[in-house]
């Protein structure tokens, strides 16, 4: 059972930087691949990356490379997605979640995690 609450969330000019955080509570935190995703007004939640148990590995959407990072800290339990060179069309709530389960790639897909966090709003204005 992973309990998972974001933060770091606010407003921000485009081309700044937010960090998020993603805090777990709960049993083997290191056990789970982690993901971020993103739901702006009136479109589906997307996908934007994920990280492997270990933090070895990564994935990210294409709309994010070279601009987002995600990384973790299992001694602390956290996941953080470093976003710099922030758009406009960055501007959405964003949530963490967890995979307890996942096969050769890293889950990208929203049945793919078990948990999820409450969200935090990003907003990037010119």
Same mark, same amino acid.
């Given at each position: 059972?992973?309990?998972?609450? @974001?933060?770091?969330?606010?407003?921000?000019?485009?081309?700044?930087?937010?960090?998020?955080?993603? +805090?777990?509570?709960?049993?083997?935190?290191?056990?789970? +691949? !982690?993901?971020?995703?993103?739901?702006?007004?009136?479109? @589906?939640? @997307?996908?934007?990356?994920?990280?492997?148990?270990?933090?070895?590995?990564?994935? #990210?959407? *294409?709309?994010?490379?070279?601009?987002?990072?995600?990384?973790? *800290?299992?001694?602390?339990?956290?996941?953080?997605?470093? !976003?710099?060179?922030?758009?406009?069309? *960055?501007?959405?709530?964003?949530?963490?979640? +967890?995979?307890?389960?996942?096969?050769?790639?890293?889950?990208?897909?929203? #049945? @793919? #995690? *078990? #948990?999820?966090?409450?969200?935090?709003? =990003?907003? =990037?204005?010119?």
């Amino acid at each position: 059972q992973v309990q998972l609450v @974001e933060s770091g969330g606010g407003l921000v000019q485009t081309g700044g930087s937010l960090r998020l955080s993603c +805090a777990a509570s709960g049993r083997a935190f290191s056990a789970y +691949a !982690m993901g971020w995703f993103r739901q702006a007004p009136g479109k @589906e939640r @997307e996908f934007v990356a994920a990280i492997s148990q270990s933090g070895g590995s990564t994935y #990210y959407v *294409d709309s994010v490379k070279g601009r987002f990072t995600i990384s973790r *800290d299992n001694a602390k339990n956290t996941v953080y997605l470093q !976003m710099n060179s922030l758009k406009p069309e *960055d501007t959405a709530v964003y949530y963490c979640a +967890a995979a307890a389960l996942f096969s050769r790639r890293l889950p990208t897909l929203l #049945y @793919e #995690y *078990d #948990y999820w966090g409450q969200g935090t709003q =990003v907003t =990037v204005s010119s």
